[in-house]
């Protein structure tokens, strides 16, 4: 449960502007100074001829794995659009839950790390251990990190990527987010690509004490990138999902 300590605190929530955001709701009825600013554009990419190209040979495929959310939206959007269906032939993988639920609404055989919501929990799964000949897809929203195609290949495996959609940071919002940083108590951030848009901290206020800003992160690996960017203060919250998120929040101002 949230307590009170969070009541007044300044928590500032940057995300993307597609994704339902069920952190937020949660904590909507708990903190009064709450800021939630959609930093992340979301747009498909059904255009482009690599987009098609994987959709046609996607038959060949042993292993497919969706990165997010957005990932199996936006498919099942160019497969209704196209009028095809996922083979049933293929094992489909999710790296988190809120993924894994929406796939399960099209295909039966759906697996997904049960702890660790991430590349690295993926690659901890059983069948990942042993993917020589395989051939894989992993359908994302453009560039990211490339953890999982890397150690999957270095196993022998054949892997393509399917960026059906695009993450593009809006400008307005990202001057909005840093006007909001330079006040808040705490910042909770998803992805390496908005603490890059958001730059070094030095840059965004050099006088304001930077310890004083507790970062919440779902991951080592995005922690590793905010202190390269001069977060002194960093919480890692267990996975990505809500529950986890909002247990590392409490545990901050506990």
Request: hydrophobic letters at 40%.
């Amino acid at each position: 449960m949230i307590t009170d300590d969070l009541s007044n605190r300044r928590i500032l929530i940057l995300k993307s502007d597609q994704a339902p955001n069920i952190l937020l709701s949660r904590l909507k009825k708990k903190c009064n100074k709450l800021i939630y600013v959609p930093i992340v554009k979301t747009l498909p990419n059904f255009c482009s001829s690599k987009v098609t190209q994987k959709f046609n040979r996607i038959d060949s495929y042993t292993l497919v794995i969706f990165i997010s959310p957005n990932a199996v939206r936006y498919t099942f959007q160019f497969l209704d659009d196209q009028r095809m269906a996922l083979p049933d032939h293929i094992e489909y993988f999710a790296v988190g839950l809120t993924s894994a639920n929406l796939l399960s609404s099209r295909v039966n055989n759906v697996n997904y790390p049960k702890a660790n919501f991430s590349s690295e929990g993926l690659l901890e799964l059983a069948r990942f251990r042993d993917v020589i000949n395989d051939r894989i897809l992993i359908f994302r929203g453009g560039e990211g990190s490339n953890l999982l195609r890397e150690s999957l290949v270095s196993q022998k495996a054949e892997v393509d990527y399917c960026d059906i959609y695009e993450r593009q940071i809006d400008g307005d919002k990202l001057i909005e987010a840093k006007k909001n940083l330079k006040c808040c108590d705490c910042l909770i951030v998803y992805s390496a690509q908005v603490l890059n848009a958001l730059g070094q901290l030095i840059n965004i206020d050099n006088s304001r004490d930077w310890t004083e800003l507790t970062l919440l992160v779902p991951s080592e690996r995005l922690a590793s990138v905010a202190r390269g960017l001069g977060y002194k203060t960093i919480k890692i919250a267990k996975n990505s999902s809500a529950e986890c998120m909002e247990i590392a929040l409490n545990d901050i101002f506990s």
